[in-house]
């Protein structure tokens, strides 16, 4: 089976006028196939944002070579953006749109027809829970709604990748629980998903295999058991301390 | 990235993202009041304020005051004034401190003293009406006082002179309009579109938005042209919805028979067809050119805030060229057709007038074309730096300035106003000797102490790092372009602030007087500037702001300072100028020598080479060629270029310290 995403020795580094360049993320390689939740680990800071950023076309990689649903991140960057779908905790929504705008104007952006966006929309607000707002205005809503808005907004299109950067931050417990399903039924739906996290708990219930990042660079990666072998340790705190001070 | 589009999915996209923001502008109540309604309010309202204003004047209404000791022949010519005059004492001034009385006016021989209460409106009204009986009682007092002396003098040759202005009150409210209109139209257009503007880009990246859209498959180019066209729409709207307000206004006066203002605008015929037409030709480029600065200024902020901190300087840049099109001499000459913002409020002025030709409209509307055209390519190019995108992510410094940075700023002030006074007297005492003292001593020596009292490294605050040749080679090019570019400039200030003429000649006046020797001169006008302002400016100061500003908020705050250091309005805007270039070649060289270099370079072609230059060109009948404005295009051009080939050196790369 061909991987959705492929990076090899993808590198970031940030210009800086003071102080020369800034190393987001260095030498980073992994693959991820459909059907797969692959964690990607580490600190804040540790380069998981700038990765993803990378892999999203947001961020141009200063070295190294990054495939999505078989397009080149660098040389067919709208060919990556239409197989995607991203959601990071500082993706924002437009507050003065409701959901239903909101999500019909970025299905138009997709040029999905008219029609088939506004049954998709349908099945969305039915899928999420959020028929009854979809005609609030989003900064009326609540956080959890507008993450569920969130979530809507990225997979609209219906894309064979999700890219989701942290999507459980600043949530509740009970909003959190929602968007773990939601990857959860991804999942069983064939989807490919990079998620990125540093809470463990999060990695232990969702991931099929993890990379642990640290400083930018990729410090090792594997599914849970290999990287408990790989350490001796049992609990996930302990195995990450020991892959990161190690 | 490739971010290509065919034509026509390329204006169905900028049309999907129109329509979007559209939406969201108008959703916005207060900016939809503040930008499009209030106007609509605000000059029947004015109108009605300064008419209510104007009923306080009222000259019908009759004021009580009390006369003391003047003669029957003064009360003649009280008549027609409206004032109901009592003989009185000037015991009775009681009466005017409890009100029973506005004013007491008491005659003591050639004496008149005016008894009133300034805190009084109709005590006030009634002095201005008494001073009127007062001045025509003076000039018939005179003339029997030199007809009593034998002098036979005919009424005539002392009457007042009384103009009478011919032209039409509709004429010269065109005229007045003509003046006023294009300022207000490019203040209204900057001010009406900038809430869109800011909101759709730079509120954007602050809300994460932009962030989530560029995941999308959209070209970066479709939505900057999509929000562009937002803030055309909204600048023409609340361009439209002032000129609806002052048609409301004038629709009142005609209403109420009353001219609305003192200026008598309202009575300003209605432009005909032909002139309304020419009018929209050149607001519609001056929109799309203000829709553009707007827009750029959105997308290099990183934030809502951000943005509007540059709206207010943005905005006062434009004032002196919109004085150039105030200033009762200026015409539309080629030169000032090519000026942005300049070129389309004279052309305006001139429809106004009636006097516009054809070639100046054309070359007005059409450059203006040409720089909202250059203008929204550069935000389009913002719009794929990563680092703008990403908006919440600042580099040191962001959009505040730290405690450091502000320690700096204030260090800069106190010594402009320490210099002011201090220079200022030492250099009236002894003219060279306060020269040396003030840029060697006043000057060089708090630049040098100032980084070692706040600890900064000494080496790298100060830039003194070994210069690449590229730049030093560079360095006599830059500044023969910003000499031809000063004179380009003060052509054109001369229009709107002409620069007094000795101050033209000072330097020359400075050789004569003193005697100077070319190589004192040389040590006093080139290489101590050269040296002393660069440690200070491009130095200490520069040194201290750029780690914790952006590079381009840094160039901007040392030319300010630089521009306010040389305590002259006539020269703040091109020092400033030089200074904001001098700014970029230092970050651009890494190193102040170049800068040494470009300022005494620059120092010596204004003190000895230009005044020559000019001549020899005066000789061979090109004297216009230095000032003409494809010279000061080229030299814009070449100034550009040569910042550009300007390289730094290369940088260590760091890890990222957990960020």
């Known amino acids: 089976m061909a991987p959705s995403i492929e990076a090899v020795g993808l590198t970031k580094i940030f210009h800086d006028p003071h102080s020369g360049g800034i190393v987001a993320a260095s030498d980073i390689s992994f693959e991820c196939y459909p059907g797969e939740i692959f964690g990607l680990l580490g600190c804040n800071g540790a380069g998981k944002s700038t990765t993803l950023r990378m892999l999203s076309t947001i961020l141009r990689p200063t070295r190294g070579v990054a495939r999505v649903a078989g397009h080149d991140v660098v040389k067919d960057s709208l060919g990556v953006r239409r197989s995607i779908g991203y959601l990071s905790a500082s993706t924002g929504l437009y507050g003065r749109l409701t959901p239903r705008e909101t999500l019909e104007y970025f299905g138009g952006l997709h040029g999905i027809d008219k029609v088939k966006l506004r049954g998709r929309i349908d099945e969305l607000l039915c899928l999420l829970g959020i028929e009854e707002f979809a005609g609030v205005r989003c900064e009326k809503l609540s956080t959890g709604m507008k993450q569920k808005v969130s979530i809507a907004r990225a997979i609209v299109h219906d894309p064979p990748v999700l890219i989701l950067d942290e999507p459980t931050l600043g949530l509740d417990v009970l909003v959190s629980s929602v968007m773990i399903r939601f990857v959860a039924e991804c999942r069983e739906r064939g989807k490919c998903i990079v998620f990125s996290t540093h809470i463990l708990s999060e990695v232990e219930k969702l991931c099929d295999r993890v990379a642990v990042i640290h400083r930018g660079t990729l410090r090792a990666s594997g599914t849970l058991k290999e990287l408990r072998e790989r350490t001796g340790k049992t609990f996930m705190d302990d195995v990450f301390m020991s892959l990161v001070e190690g | ?659």
């Open chain 2, 1 to 659: 990235m490739t971010e290509e589009a065919r034509p026509w999915a390329s204006v169905m996209g900028s049309w999907h993202i129109f329509r979007k923001e559209i939406l969201e502008v108008l959703r916005d109540r207060r900016a939809v009041f503040v930008a499009f309604v209030l106007p609509l309010l605000l000059y029947p309202l004015l109108y009605l304020w300064l008419g209510a204003i104007a009923n306080l004047r009222d000259e019908k209404r009759p004021l009580s005051i009390g006369v003391a000791g003047a003669g029957d022949d003064f009360f003649v010519h009280l008549s027609g004034l409206n004032l109901k005059v009592e003989r009185r004492m000037l015991s009775d001034i009681e009466d005017v401190r409890e009100g029973d009385l506005v004013v007491l006016a008491h005659f003591e021989g050639a004496r008149v003293t005016l008894y009133h209460r300034a805190t009084d409106l109709w005590s006030r009204e009634a002095l201005r009406r008494l001073r009127v009986a007062l001045d025509a009682y003076r000039d018939v007092r005179i003339f029997h006082r030199l007809a009593e002396k034998g002098r036979n003098v005919e009424p005539s040759r002392i009457a007042a002179i009384d103009p009478v202005d011919l032209s039409s009150p509709e004429a010269r409210a065109s005229t007045t309009l003509g003046k006023i209109l294009p300022f207000l139209l490019v203040i209204i257009l900057l001010t009406g579109g900038s809430f869109a503007a800011i909101d759709v880009i730079a509120g954007e990246k602050e809300r994460g938005t932009l962030e989530a859209l560029f995941v999308h498959p959209v070209d970066r180019k479709l939505v900057v042209r999509g929000k562009f066209f937002v803030v055309f729409a909204a600048s023409f709207v609340a361009l439209g919805s002032n000129l609806i307000g002052l048609l409301l206004a004038q629709g009142l006066s005609a209403f109420l028979g009353r001219p609305v203002d003192s200026l008598g605008l309202t009575q300003a015929a209605i432009p005909g067809p032909w002139v309304a037409i020419g009018i929209f030709l050149l607001t519609g480029p001056l929109a799309l050119l203000t829709s553009g600065i707007l827009i750029l200024i959105s997308a290099y902020a990183r934030s809502f805030r951000e943005a509007q901190t540059y709206l207010l300087p943005v905005t006062l840049l434009t004032l002196p060229l919109l004085l150039l099109a105030v200033a009762p001499e200026a015409t539309l000459s080629s030169a000032v057709a090519i000026v942005p913002l300049a070129n389309a409020a004279l052309a305006i002025r001139e429809l106004l007038e009636g006097r516009l030709t054809v070639v100046p409209f054309l070359i007005a509307s059409s450059t203006s074309l040409l720089y909202a055209w250059l203008v929204l390519r550069n935000a389009q190019t913002l719009l794929l730096r990563e680092d703008l995108v990403l908006g919440v992510e600042e580099p040191p410094g962001g959009s505040s300035l730290d405690v450091r940075a502000r320690r700096a700023l204030f260090f800069a002030g106190g010594l402009l106003g320490v210099l002011y006074f201090a220079a200022s007297s030492i250099q009236s005492w002894n003219l060279l000797l306060g020269l040396t003292i003030t840029l060697w001593g006043l000057v060089l020596v708090p630049a040098l102490i100032y980084p070692w009292i706040v600890g900064s490294p000494f080496l790298e605050t100060l830039a003194l790092r070994t210069p690449s040749l590229r730049s030093l080679l560079l360095g006599p090019l830059v500044a023969a372009s910003l000499v031809v570019l000063n004179a380009a400039y003060l052509g054109l200030q001369d229009q709107f602030l002409p620069m007094p003429i000795e101050l033209e000649n000072i330097f020359r006046e400075l050789l004569l007087r003193h005697q100077m020797s070319p190589p004192l001169a040389v040590f006093l006008f080139v290489v101590s500037p050269g040296i002393c302002e660069e440690l200070l400016w491009r130095g200490t100061f520069q040194g201290e702001l750029e780690p914790r500003a952006r590079p381009i908020r840094t160039a901007l705050w040392v030319g300010f300072f630089f521009g306010l250091f040389h305590f002259s309005i006539y020269r703040l805007f091109p020092t400033a100028a030089v200074g904001f270039v001098l700014a970029l070649v230092r970050q651009r060289a890494g190193s102040i020598f170049p800068c040494m270099l470009i300022h005494a370079t620059y120092n010596a072609m204004l003190c000895f080479g230009l005044e020559a230059l000019l001549e020899r060109l005066k000789e061979a009948g090109l004297s216009g060629l230095l000032t003409h404005p494809f010279t000061a295009a080229l030299a814009l051009c070449v100034l550009v270029l040569s910042i550009r080939a300007l390289r730094a050196r290369s940088l260590p790369v760091r890890e990222m310290a957990g960020g």
